[in-house]
C-alpha cells in the first residue's frame, strides 16, 4: 500500500525568495516518485522523477527533488521563484513492483507574490 | 507529437443522465489510464489499459462507471446515471511504456458537473 502527505495546501512566497513544498510517502515496495505540476487550465505535466538513481534529482523550470528514505521524504525545492512558478505541485508515489497506478497527494498550490 | 486529448474539456449534466468522455492518447501509446479528481481531494486512479485489455480497474468507483478502448487507441469513459458525487475533474494519461519509473503524459481534463 502506498501514500502521499502533502504538508500545506497553499503556499505563498515572493519572487525571488526559496520554494520548498512538502511531501512525505509510505510506501511497502522501493518507491517511484513523481513532482507534477498544473498550471491553469492545461494538463498536469511531470517536473521531475526518482526512479533509484541518483538521490538528488533535478527537473524542469529550476526545480530540484531529494530522496531522503531515513525521512520517507521527496521535497520539492527551487532557489529563487519566479511569477510564472505559480501553479499547483502534486507529489505522487507508485511502487517498483506491483501496480503501475499512481497514488497523488493532494496537492499544493503555489503562490507567487511580487 | 499531439499530446494526449480529451473531450469535451466541460460538461454540465443533470443528475440521472448519462455522460460518454473521450480520450485520444499520444500515438503509439499502448498504455491509457484514467484518473479523477473530486473537488479538494487527490487525484485518484481509475483504470489502466494496456493496448485494449483492462490491465487495472480496480479504482473504479461503482458499476455506474463503463470504460473501454476498442481497438486500442481511444478510449471512453460512460458515467451512466450520473450521481452529483460524480462531479470533478477526469484526467487521461497515456505512456509508451509499462513500467513504473516511466511517468505519463496527461491530457487537460474533463470538467464533470452534475447539477
Known amino acids: 500500500a502506498q501514500s502521499v502527505t502533502q504538508l500545506g495546501s497553499h503556499v505563498s512566497v515572493s519572487e525571488g525568495a526559496l520554494v520548498l513544498l512538502r511531501c512525505n510517502y509510505s510506501?511497502?515496495?522501493?518507491?517511484?516518485l513523481f513532482w507534477y505540476v498544473q498550471y491553469p487550465n492545461q494538463g498536469l505535466q511531470l517536473l521531475l522523477k526518482y526512479t533509484s538513481a541518483a538521490t538528488l534529482v533535478k527537473g524542469i523550470n529550476g526545480f530540484e527533488a531529494e530522496f531522503k528514505k531515513s525521512e520517507t521524504s521527496f521535497h520539492l525545492t527551487k532557489p529563487s521563484a519566479h511569477m510564472s512558478d505559480a501553479a499547483e505541485y502534486f507529489c505522487?508515489?507508485?511502487?517498483?513492483?506491483?501496480?503501475?497506478?499512481?497514488?497523488f497527494g493532494s496537492g499544493t498550490r503555489l503562490q507567487v507574490q511580487p | 507529437e499531439a499530446g494526449v486529448t480529451q473531450f469535451p474539456s466541460h460538461s454540465v449534466i443533470e443528475k440521472g443522465q448519462t455522460v460518454t468522455l473521450r480520450c485520444d492518447p499520444i500515438s503509439g501509446h499502448d498504455n491509457l489510464y484514467w484518473y479523477r479528481r473530486v473537488m479538494g481531494k487527490e487525484i485518484k486512479f481509475l483504470l489502466h489499459?494496456?493496448?485494449?485489455?483492462?490491465?487495472?480497474e480496480s479504482g473504479m468507483p461503482n458499476n455506474r462507471f463503463l470504460a473501454e478502448r476498442t481497438g486500442g487507441t481511444y478510449s471512453t469513459l460512460k458515467v451512466q446515471p450520473a450521481e452529483l458525487e460524480d462531479s470533478g475533474v477526469y484526467f487521461c494519461?497515456?505512456?509508451?511504456?509499462?513500467?513504473?519509473?516511466?511517468?505519463?503524459?496527461f491530457g487537460s481534463g474533463t470538467r464533470l458537473t452534475v447539477v
Open positions: 510506501s511497502s515496495v522501493p518507491p517511484y
Open positions: 489499459f494496456v493496448k485494449e485489455s483492462k490491465q487495472d
Open positions: 505522487a508515489v507508485s511502487g517498483a513492483t506491483g501496480r503501475r497506478a499512481l497514488t
Open positions: 494519461a497515456s505512456s509508451q511504456v509499462t513500467a513504473a519509473n516511466y511517468g505519463y503524459t
